[in-house]
Structure formats: structure tokens, C-alpha cells
């Protein structure tokens, strides 16, 4: 009986995750199948340790155009973009291009791992169940992850069960690392919102709000960012032109 007393939670954990799994996986497929399907402009805030913007660029991104054009420069700190602004987001699309084309060509995912490809689904528990949302802790794979370190970072995501789709995902840094023996973060947390901006598709990306602080060379430093995407417009992605399919997960990073 003693036994069975601790035995009774184990099990009905297990039965909840496995019931509530396929959620969080339907909630990662849809943001997948919906990869480079808008365009849309977006604002980054980019705001020092005391919270103080440091420069504001908002661009037109439209995955539908050739590379180069993809990203245009609406306005950078309040102008208009100059020569040089629009030749950075051409020279930003064309690398772009550059790594969806050895993706393919290589048979490779990308330069480096994103968020969402480091999410060990499996290991996936139910921290919280609303009703209306589930909220998922997300251990991370270590196999190939030099971005965030299993140990040292905590990910939830809330899934809307209606929707079964995303409302956010968030990554807080658990403890202080060091990177190249230079630069030591000591905190750091992001949150990736989503919103539905067509009621007969999913929720996309809307917003990334991210904060760090750390030193360099011993020489304490911060930032911190807000990212806004809106007038979103449903396009066909530029690389579907050759059958180019986008990998699993791509999507889902800061």
C-alpha cells in the first residue's frame, strides 16, 4: 500500500505527459509550416543597462522577393535610410540566401542550432494546466548545443490548447557563464509572443523582448532589446521557386 501511494503520482504524471505531448509537437510543426508564408515590417529597439534606447531600425522583410531585396530599410533612429543603411540589409539577404542554398546543397540545417532544434520534445514535462492553456518545461538537447548549455538555461512553453498553437516561449539563464574566457554573462532571460494575425491560420512570431548583462574584460556592460512585428501579408517563400523546403524548427530562435 505504501508502495502503491507513491506509485499512483508517477503514473499519472506519465499518462499527462503523454497525453499533453503531442500538443507541444503540433504547437512546433505549425510555426514550421508557416516559415517564411509573411511578410512583414519590424521595429528593433535596441536600449543600454539602463534601459535607454540606443538605435531603432524598422524593416520591411518579405521572404516573396529575391534575397538581396528581402530586407529594406524603412527608417534607422527616426531617418530615412542613407546608401549605407540599404546596402547593410542587401548584403544581410544575400547572406541569407547564401545559407538556405548550402542547406540545400549540403544537405545541412544551419550555421548554428537554433532554439528550436535544441528542444528535447521527449523529456518535455506539464509545469501548468489552465484549462484553456498548457505550460510546458522544455529540457534542451546537449548533443551539439554551444548556444545554450542544458544546465544553464530554463525554457517554458504555454501552448493554447483551442489553437494548439503557440502563445509564448521563454529562456532565463539559471547561472552565470563564460564565453571565450572574455566575456562572463551573469543574467539573461528572452520571451518570444506570438499572436494570431489571421483567424484561419496560426499564431506567428509577434514579438522577441530580450535582457542580458554581463562583463567584458572584467568591464560590466548590459543591453537589452524589444523586437515588434506587425502588417503582416501572406507571400509565398522566394526559395519554394526550386521545391527548397525550410528544415524542422528553423524558425523558432532569438
Known sequence: ?????????????????????????????????????????QTLIERDKNGKERSVAVVRFDPSKPYAE??????????????EDRSKYRRQGER????????????????RKTLGELMDLDRATVA??????????VPLKKEGNNRFPPEKFHVTARVNKQQQAFEN?????????????????????GTLGFTVVEPKFPAQLTSIVGRGSGSILFVPVGRGYDLKRED?????????RFGVQIGPLKALDF
Do not use: H
Open 1 to 41: 500500500m505504501c508502495r502503491l501511494k507513491y506509485l499512483i503520482p508517477l503514473l499519472l504524471c506519465g499518462a499527462l505527459r503523454a497525453e499533453m505531448a503531442p500538443l507541444l509537437q503540433e504547437a512546433l510543426n505549425k510555426v514550421v509550416q508557416d516559415t517564411d508564408r509573411w511578410a512583414y515590417t
Open 70 to 83: 528581402q530586407y529594406a530599410a524603412v527608417s534607422i533612429n527616426g531617418k530615412a535610410p542613407d546608401a
Open 96 to 111: 541569407r540566401g547564401r545559407r538556405v542554398d548550402r542547406a540545400e546543397r549540403e544537405g545541412t540545417t544551419t550555421y
Open 128 to 137: 501548468e494546466d489552465t484549462g484553456s492553456a498548457v505550460t510546458f518545461e
Open 169 to 189: 516561449v521563454s529562456v532565463r539563464l539559471r547561472q552565470s557563464i563564460r564565453e571565450k574566457l572574455l566575456i562572463k554573462i551573469s543574467e539573461g532571460e
Open 232 to 240: 503582416f501579408k501572406r507571400v509565398k517563400p522566394y526559395q519554394e
